[in-house]
């Protein structure tokens, strides 16, 4: 409902645009033939966007524009309260009395992304050889002995020469599974604070094909230790996500996640370099996937901070950049559509005070803020049309795939 009065307001607003730019041919071609006195810059500008001192056939044309843009204006906030008020589809809560191990003939293969863990890693890999057909390391440029204890400890490694980031780290590690022919994939932190024997109730719900992706909630399940500014980093972002997606999850930010083969492959090639949580989880959920959450217990870390986010207000940056980035890339007439919106509705503000002023007084004494108004609504008009724009060639992208995927 919301999308589809969002789609209408877009369309009356175009069309306004549309009239609007006949209405400068007309007015142009009117004062070439006299049928109108002679307009300065800041008056030609006035009487489109507000068309008072137009009378006859001309002026009723700019009159239909004008509600033309208002209904549009209307309907899209319409849409947006409509939006806001529209209850969410809530994502199941999977839960489960007995730890579900899979068959032997699914492979099961753990990956666990690595940046100096020495001290933790060795008990991780022990933890995962319970339930793993084959565990994987992914080193990101480590400095310390954590490629030394993977190797004792007898799992495949793969080595990055120099620190490349989360995102690249969690994407090499999905692509080496794949090759290796896993079934099911899950992704483990090497710090401990994830703990292992929660893998089956991890993957029950892929075992039981409920879900293709999951993600183990640690705000549905227990935290021993979460220091404030990564507890309010993660209600936030999770927050982000919940509402772009339309989907009510309880933890956006967790590492602790299991995909079946499918979303696995659709998980790759991520744009995002520095963290893949946010993109990860949206792109799933746009392209139809199930997707499941299980409580989980989030131990306390064991020694040292993070090594993966090293900055948390940086962190917090890209992976708004990234999350903004990738809602645009599956919703552009939404995303520019708001950014228009805004442009829009600031040249009206502006726009109208100069009217205002001018009706009061008959004249203008702001000439520069006229001209900031048409510059903002017409910014705004470009913002829309960029929007239409990205839409068909996402469109374009998506009827790409799917003939690719029937052939």
Not at 247 to 257: A, K, V
Not at 355 to 380: D, P, Q
Request: aromatic share 10%; proline share 3%; hydrophobic share 50%.
């Amino acid at each position: 409902m919301a999308r589809r009065l969002w789609e209408l307001g877009i369309i009356l607003v175009l069309l306004a645009a549309m009239i609007i730019i006949v209405g400068v041919v007309i007015i142009t071609i009117a004062l070439i033939f006299q049928q109108i006195n002679s307009l300065s810059l800041t008056e030609l500008l006035t009487t489109i966007i507000w068309p008072v001192q137009l009378s006859g056939w001309l002026g009723w044309l700019m009159y239909i524009v004008w509600w033309f843009f208002l209904a549009g204006i209307c309907v899209i906030i319409l849409s947006g309260i409509v939006g806001l008020l529209k209850p969410k589809r809530r994502m199941p809560v999977k839960t489960s009395a007995e730890l579900i191990s899979p068959p032997e003939d699914l492979k099961v293969v753990v990956t666990i992304p690595a940046y100096n863990e020495e001290e933790t890693i060795a008990d991780v890999i022990e933890g995962c050889k319970n339930y793993a057909s084959e565990i994987l390391v992914i080193d990101d440029g480590s400095t310390d002995k954590t490629r030394e204890i993977a190797e004792l400890a007898g799992v495949k490694i793969i080595i990055h020469k120099m620190n490349r980031g989360l995102s690249e780290t969690i994407q090499d590690g999905l692509r080496a599974a794949l090759n290796a022919g896993a079934d099911i994939i899950i992704n483990i932190d090497a710090d401990g604070q994830y703990l292992p024997k929660e893998i089956p109730k991890l993957i029950s719900p892929i075992v039981n094909d409920e879900a293709d992706f999951v993600l183990g909630s640690r705000f549905a399940g227990h935290i021993e230790e979460m220091p404030w500014i990564k507890r309010f980093g993660n209600r936030l972002f999770t927050r982000v996500v919940r509402t772009l997606t339309n989907t009510e999850i309880s933890d956006g930010q967790t590492g602790f996640r299991a995909f079946n083969r499918v979303a696995a492959l659709a998980s790759i090639d991520l744009a995002g370099r520095y963290t893949y949580t946010q993109e990860q989880i949206i792109r799933l959920i746009e392209e139809g996937f199930r997707v499941a959450e299980v409580p989980i217990y989030f131990a306390k870390r064991k020694s040292g901070s993070s090594r993966l986010i090293a900055s948390p207000l940086g962190y917090g940056a890209k992976a708004l950049a990234v999350t903004l980035r990738t809602y645009r890339d599956y919703h552009p007439v939404l995303f520019f559509g708001i950014l228009g919106g805004i442009f829009i509705i600031a040249g009206i503000l502006l726009g109208g005070f100069v009217i205002i002023e001018w009706i009061t007084t008959g004249l203008v004494f702001h000439e520069s803020t006229a001209v900031l108004a048409a510059v903002f609504v017409m910014s705004g008009f470009q913002f829309l049309f960029f929007g239409f724009l990205a839409d068909m060639f996402a469109n374009l992208k998506r009827l790409t795939k799917r003939n690719n995927e029937r052939s």
